[in-house]
Structures are given as structure tokens and as C-alpha cells.
């Protein structure tokens, strides 16, 4: 059993950078994050420790400490400053590269284009997007694009951890169906989420089963893993090493291992060292075979 690490895997800059913000600001006192900073249980446990507490972004005045978090998923300006005007200290810890979607979004929308975020509308990162203005359309299938009214001109944008080819297909879908419209396209699926699922498609070439580490609730660590399936493996995402049955492995085997962009290095190292554990378990053939013969 071999274990081969995809070559872009793990946390990204943006994740890394909201924790060492939130490691800050519970240095300086009482802190209450608005919802998750990252979709990882293992991250929630960790800031717990620290004495964060809990609260919710669209509960203005609901937090019992004066400052607060906004997570790396963002939130919509509306919400920002709901908090501000009531008299709390706001750190925000959105990742510079869903900052970029906003900012794109708002772009497309001063220039008079009919705003498209394709996503998951239930996403906190989308429902942020959206915030600022309530008359955008989310869509995620190709039967979404027969609910958007008739526009000269649409801009669309992405969620940051959307697949790209998903994201291109919906634009050539919606160009199809409005043939006389104009649609400007501005691509915000996040590099981080390009390398990773690039670097999927490598591990896919070499490898029959696939191990994706992170949060359940995690859109990028999903799409890892139904992307592995759509690509011949067989494949399982596991928040932690505990999770890993040896039933899975079979002497001979390569076995790849991935994980989201907002999984922890040591979590993953847990997970290697877990693997191997298991690979030096498993029997000789020629073992197996014998003790087969004996029980015969």
C-alpha cells in the first residue's frame, strides 16, 4: 500500500490568515465570532480553547462581548455595518480573495449589469455576496438559469470554491439561452481552489482510493471528494484520523490523500501517519493465503 500526497492540498493563505487574526483579537480580550470562521469542527474546538465565544451575523446586538468576528467566508456590507452602528469593535477576517468576488460583484452592478452569483444559496460566503443587493439570482443547476428574468445584460460571478469547469459550463449555458443578451463573466473561483483540484486530478491518475480531509460542511472539501468519485475513485472524506477504517485498504494499493482548504497541517499529518499505521498492519499474501489454507 502506497500513500501519495496530492501536491496542493490543505489550508490556504486566506484560512491561515483569518486564524492568526482570531488568535489576535482573543489576545485582547473577550471576542465573540459571528458564526464559523472556517467549516472545520476541528478549528471550532481549537478556538474554543481560546475563550472565543459564539454568535450569529445576522443577530445584531446578539453578542455578549463588544468585539466581534466577522469569519472568512465574509458578509455583505449591510451586515458590517449593522454591527458598527450599534457600538461594536468588528475584526474582520474575510479572505482577501472572496473580498475580490465582492468587489467584482459591486463592479457589474454600478455598470448596469443584471447580477448572476453562481453557488450554493444557503452558503454564508453566496448569502454574503448577495446581501448588498437582494434583487441578484444564485444558481448551482442548469434548470436554475429558467428562473432569471429577461436581461440586456448579465454579470456573473462565483462562488470562490465553485469547480471551475461547473462554473464555465453555467456561463456557456446562460450565453445559449439568451443568445441576444450580453454576459460578462468575471471568474472568482479562488487560485487555492483551481491548485487543489488540479492537483486532484494528478492524484486520480495514479491512485484507486482517495482519502479527502475536512469539514463535512466544507463546499471546497466536498467537491474534492465528488470530484475523486466522478474521476473512477473510490473515495472518502474523514474530518479526522479516527474516522479511517482499514477495510478500506487492500495490500497493493495506491492511496491518495487530499484535503480543503481549511484543514489543519496537523490534521493531515495524523492522517499519513494513520495510513501507514494501517499499511504495516495489513497481511502478507502469502500470510493470508496460509492462514486461509489452515482454517480450511
Known amino acids: 500500500m502506497n500513500i501519495t500526497l496530492a501536491k496542493h492540498h490543505g489550508m490556504c493563505f486566506g484560512v491561515r490568515q483569518a486564524l492568526r487574526s482570531t488568535h489576535d483579537a482573543a489576545k485582547r480580550g473577550p471576542v465573540t465570532l459571528l458564526g464559523q ?15 472565543v465565544q459564539q454568535g450569529t451575523l445576522d443577530s445584531p446586538g446578539s453578542a455578549p462581548t463588544r468585539e466581534v468576528i466577522i469569519s472568512a467566508h465574509g458578509a455583505s456590507d449591510r451586515d458590517r455595518s449593522a ?16 473580498r475580490k468576488a465582492h468587489d467584482a460583484l459591486a463592479t457589474l452592478v454600478e455598470g ?33 438559469l429558467d428562473h432569471l428574468p429577461h436581461h440586456r445584460r448579465y454579470g456573473v460571478i462565483s462562488q470562490t470554491t465553485q469547480p471551475l469547469l461547473r462554473v464555465l459550463h453555467l456561463v456557456e449555458a446562460l450565453k445559449q439561452q439568451h443568445p441576444q443578451s450580453e454576459v ?7 487560485h487555492p481552489t483551481k491548485q487543489r483540484q488540479s492537483a486532484l486530478e494528478d492524484l486520480c491518475g495514479q491512485c484507486q482510493v482517495i482519502i479527502v480531509v475536512g469539514g ?73 493465503h496460509s492462514l486461509l489454507k489452515q482454517k480450511s
Open 37 to 51: 470562521l472556517v467549516h472545520n469542527p476541528l478549528v471550532d474546538a481549537h478556538l474554543r480553547t481560546l475563550g
Open 83 to 98: 454591527w458598527k452602528d450599534i457600538g461594536h469593535q468588528v475584526t474582520d477576517t474575510t479572505c482577501p480573495l472572496v
Open 112 to 144: 448596469g449589469y443584471f447580477p448572476v452569483v453562481i453557488g450554493q444559496a444557503t452558503h454564508v460566503e453566496v448569502r454574503g455576496l448577495v446581501g448588498d443587493f437582494p434583487h441578484a439570482q444564485v444558481v448551482l443547476e442548469d434548470s436554475d
Open 184 to 190: 460578462r463573466f468575471v471568474d472568482t473561483v479562488c
Open 216 to 288: 463535512r460542511n466544507s463546499n471546497n472539501t466536498r467537491q474534492l471528494t465528488e470530484a475523486a468519485r466522478q474521476l473512477g475513485c473510490t473515495a472518502h472524506q474523514i474530518e479526522r484520523p479516527s474516522e479511517i477504517d482499514p477495510a478500506w485498504f487492500s495490500r497493493g494499493q495506491e492511496v491518495g490523500v487530499t484535503a480543503g482548504t481549511s484543514t489543519l497541517d496537523e490534521t493531515v499529518r495524523e492522517v499519513v501517519d494513520r495510513l501507514k499505521s494501517i499499511a504495516a498492519e495489513l497481511p502478507q499474501p502469502g500470510l493470508f
